[in-house]
């Protein structure tokens, strides 16, 4: 969790300095990784492998 | 309506849309520092979203509004709305439990639902107004101020959930039913 928030940090950063292409990567970027974490909460409590 | 007067009301939507989405951002620090109700990893994935909404709006208001910026809108309001979704599924049978204080007879995560749907349904009919798509309104100063406040209030709120996230899992991975704040200060 603290990754992805951090993950959002930077890219206001990127925004603030106007690196528009770099923020959209990292934005994509840091939903892809918000996924991942969905998907470890998700299966941990199901115990089955996706 | 004069084509400039239609191009500051699509920033003006822009700008209510932040300022709609921080608020909902406020009211949980509110449940959770005053109330003391501390969010679960579905909650603090849905605040993740929710955030992932305001900076897609916050590239329109900095680079010009563009279809590819509401898209990155549209796909954080899908995955809030799934993560929503997760959690209003875990909750539904009777009997199963819930989790936080209700308002108005719904639970944080139907909100949740409830909010990413209308910011899916707003973002597609928005979106399709090719006059918001002109460049020019960058050189109006006064947006320039309200760009700053908008932008320095959601910088304030991600800090805020940095701080908060430590403050309740360290750099473990946050407990599925939190009670209390691991790190005490």
Known sequence: MLIAFGLWLIDLVLIWFGLRKSAIGLFIITLIFACLVLNYHVTSNLNIDL | ?185
């Open chain 2, 1 to 185: 309506m004069t084509i400039n007067n239609r191009e500051n009301l699509f920033i003006w939507l822009n700008s209510l849309e932040v300022v709609g989405i921080l608020f909902v951002l406020c009211v949980a620090f509110f449940f959770q520092f005053v109330l003391n109700e501390l969010p679960c990893p579905l909650c603090l994935l849905q605040r993740i979203g929710l955030i992932g909404i305001c900076v897609g709006l916050l590239l329109n208001l900095k680079f010009g509004v563009r279809p590819a910026h509401y898209s990155l809108v549209l796909l954080s309001a899908l995955f809030t709305g799934f993560v929503a979704l997760r959690q209003v599924a875990l909750h539904v049978v009777p009997g199963t439990g819930e989790y936080g204080s209700a308002i108005f007879g719904l639970h944080f995560y139907t909100w949740s639902f409830v909010v990413s749907m209308c910011v899916v349904i707003y973002t597609t009919i928005v979106l399709s107004f090719s006059v918001q798509y002109r460049e020019g309104y960058l050189k109006n100063t006064s947006w320039k101020t309200v760009r700053y406040i908008l932008f320095f209030l959601t910088l304030a709120i991600v800090a805020a959930n940095i701080v908060s996230v430590y403050l309740e899992c360290g750099f473990k991975p946050c407990p599925e039913d939190p009670i209390n704040y691991l790190i005490r200060w």
